[in-house]
Nanobody
Framework: QVQLLESGGGLVQPGGSLRLSCVISGSIYRIKVMGWYRQAPGNQRELVATITNGRIPNYAASVIGRFFVSGDNVRDTVNLQMNNLKPEDTAVYFC???????????????WGQGIQVTVSS
């Protein structure tokens, strides 16, 4: 069994910063990619930022230069530093990991429960 636990969300004023953290635990053999997605009310879930096991990041165009993703392959954690937050960043943020739970299993996606980020004055 694999669990993803997010922390660090909350309410922040426009222009402020937040740092999201996600701890991945349980039966983990190898992580290929981990990162963050978000879903605003009435919208589909969208990619925010991911990072591969080789530490190659990928960002949504809307967050480039403001958000920074980092991963720790030893502690199995992924963080998202969010700066210069805008009201349109308001959403539920989900941690995601594509991993193998053992050497014989396929890679599959695992998701956290989600954490609210609200940007408002």
């Amino acid at each position: 069994q694999v669990q993803l636990l997010e922390s660090g969300g909350g309410l922040v004023q426009p222009g402020g910063s937040l740092r999201l953290s996600c701890v991945i635990s349980g039966s983990i053999y190898r992580i290929k990619v981990m990162g963050w997605y978000r879903q605003a009310p009435g919208n589909q879930r969208e990619l925010v930022a991911t990072i591969t096991n080789g530490r190659i990041p990928n960002y949504a165009a809307s967050v480039i230069g403001r958000f920074f993703v980092s991963g720790d392959n030893v502690r199995d954690t992924v963080n998202l530093q969010m700066n210069n937050l805008k009201p349109e960043d308001t959403a539920v943020y989900f941690c995601n990991a594509e991993l193998q739970s053992n050497s014989l299993s396929q890679f599959r996606d695992y998701w956290g429960q989600g954490i609210q980020v609200t940007v408002s004055s």
